[in-house]
Nanobody, 126 residues
Framework: QVQLVESGGGLVQAGGSLRLSCAASGRTFSISAMGWFRQAPGKEREFVAAITWRGDSTYYADSVKGRFTISRDNAKNTVYLQMNSLNPEDTAVYYC???????????????????WGQGTQVTVSS
């Protein structure tokens, strides 16, 4: 079992920045990748970014490329999402997720992940 706890959400003005953190606990040695997804009111949960745990592969949604950066600290079992140049369309609940066991293909899909955090709200005002 893996537990994930997100933090760092909040209210920010357009053009501002936030850094989200996701701390993993439990059987973290079996995590192969972690991802960030977001869900705005009335919309489907969508992929934001992902990173493999042992390698240096990262993946981004087109909507956040060049603005968001995903990184990890294996020693702390924590993944981060640095979000710059935020705009109101980035407003959503942000969830982190863990891919447990062998690395799944298609890390940009929800089905690749086995564990999810409770989410943290990000609100960008115009």
């Amino acid at each position: 079992q893996v537990q994930l706890v997100e933090s760092g959400g909040g209210l920010v003005q357009a053009g501002g920045s936030l850094r989200l953190s996701c701390a993993a606990s439990g059987r973290t040695f079996s995590i192969s990748a972690m991802g960030w997804f977001r869900q705005a009111p009335g919309k489907e949960r969508e992929f934001v970014a992902a990173i493999t745990w042992r390698g240096d592969s990262t993946y981004y949604a087109d909507s956040v490329k060049g603005r968001f950066t995903i990184s990890r600290d294996n020693a702390k079992n924590t993944v981060y999402l640095q979000m710059n140049s935020l705009n109101p369309e980035d407003t959503a609940v942000y969830y982190c997720a863990a891919d447990y066991g062998g690395e799944s293909p298609r890390l940009w899909t929800k089905l690749a992940y086995d564990y999810w955090g409770q989410g943290t709200q990000v609100t960008v005002s115009s």
